[in-house]
């Protein structure tokens, strides 16, 4: 079978402009940045993980409703930086450290995020009451609160009643934390301290019980 000069020209014609064609419209990726530091100091804190989610679980009247699943998880550089291509959509974003304090965005998505420090309280336990196999003992850390949010982290030691012992309490770098404990009931709390350091710095307390 002949093919006419003129036949292969127009081809070639076509394929280029096909080609052409081609990289003039092509999706170019874009790259979004989010910048993860630290509170107060706004030092840039490497190897987060900032955890892209989309909601899973859809309800026609409202919405999703709360059951997030991760497609994407970022480290962040030297620089507290996470580069990843713009998906069509994150429905909950998560950024943790090991040690801050975790936090999440659901309706609106921040592209500067500060981390809080995790502080460590060396709770000195020492039980001069008697109580039952069932009781069990709660150390609450109540931080800043106001009309709206309050700070808040409850431990529940095992075994429920423990001799004298010394655990770890974890609270807010440079906040007020406020360090509380009750056996068995809630919110009849026996302050214990109230504690503000530094990241680096370690605060010793004792809870006699």
């Not at 431990?155 to 440079?174: E, H, L, M, Q, S």
């Amino acid at each position: 079978m002949r093919i006419s000069f003129a036949c292969l020209i127009l081809l070639a014609t076509i394929v280029s402009g096909c080609t052409k064609e081609k990289g003039i419209n092509a999706v170019v990726p874009i790259n979004d940045t989010i910048y993860v530091s630290e509170e107060f100091s706004s030092k840039p804190i490497a190897g987060a993980k900032v955890i892209l989610k989309k909601c899973t679980q859809w309800d026609f009247f409202v919405g999703c409703t709360g059951v997030f699943s991760p497609f994407k998880t970022i480290t962040t550089d030297y620089l507290g930086r996470a580069i990843f291509v713009r998906p069509n959509a994150i429905d909950e974003l998560v950024v943790e450290h090991t040690k801050y304090w975790t936090k999440g965005f659901r309706s609106s998505i921040s592209y500067s995020i500060s981390l809080t420090p995790k502080c460590l309280i060396r709770a000195h336990l020492k039980k001069i009451n008697s109580y039952s196999s069932t009781d069990a003992l709660n150390i609450d850390v109540n931080g800043d609160c106001d009309a709206v949010v309050c700070w808040w982290r409850s431990n529940n030691w095992f075994p429920r009643t423990p001799t004298d012992t010394i655990v770890n309490v974890y609270g807010r770098a440079k906040y007020d934390n406020k360090i509380s404990w009750y056996v068995n009931i809630a919110n009849q709390d026996t302050l214990s301290s109230i504690i503000n350091i530094n990241a680096t710095d370690t605060a010793d307390i004792n809870i006699d019980y």
